[in-house]
C-alpha cells in the first residue's frame, strides 16, 4: 500500500506537473520574464529528481518514511503556496483568466490535497512499523 501512495504522488509532482507546465502556459510563456522561466524549470527538474530519488528508495531499498517525507515536503510545499498566495499575489489562474479545475476545485489543490492526505498515512504507518 505505501509503494503505491508514494508512486501515486511522485507521478503526480515528477510527470504530471512537468507535463502541465512545459509548454506556453508556463515555461514558454511568452509573458513571463527570464528570471521566472528559470525558476520554473529549476523547480521542473528539482522536484523531478527528487521524485526519481523517492521511486529508487522506495522501489530498490524499502525506505518508505524519507520518501514519504520528501514527497510531503514536495505537495505540501505547493498547497502551502497555494494557501498564501495572496500574501504574495500569487494565483492559479491563467492570463487569460481561465483555471484548470474539477468540480470547481483547482486540479493542483486536488491532486496534492489527496497525495499529501495519503501520504499522512504512509508516514503514519512507517512510524507504526518503525521504518
Not at 5 to 11: D, L
Not at 101 to 114: Q, R
Request: hydrophobic content about 50%; some cysteine; overall charge positive.
Amino acid at each position: 500500500m505505501q509503494k503505491s501512495i508514494i508512486t501515486f504522488s511522485i507521478v503526480l509532482y515528477a510527470v504530471a506537473v512537468p507535463y502541465l507546465e512545459i509548454n506556453d502556459t508556463h515555461v514558454f510563456n511568452p509573458d513571463w520574464t527570464p528570471h521566472v522561466r528559470i525558476h520554473e524549470v529549476w523547480q521542473l527538474i528539482t522536484n523531478t529528481s527528487i521524485g526519481l530519488l523517492c521511486l529508487w528508495l522506495v522501489w530498490n531499498k524499502k525506505q518508505y518514511k524519507i520518501s514519504t517525507i520528501l514527497s510531503m515536503l514536495i505537495t505540501g510545499g505547493f498547497l502551502l503556496a497555494y494557501a498564501i498566495k495572496d500574501t504574495y499575489g500569487g494565483s492559479m489562474k491563467y492570463l487569460d483568466g481561465s483555471e484548470k479545475t474539477i468540480a470547481g476545485i483547482n486540479i493542483g489543490v486536488l491532486g496534492f490535497g489527496v497525495a499529501f492526505l495519503l501520504l499522512i498515512v504512509s508516514l503514519l504507518i512507517s512510524i507504526k512499523k518503525n521504518k
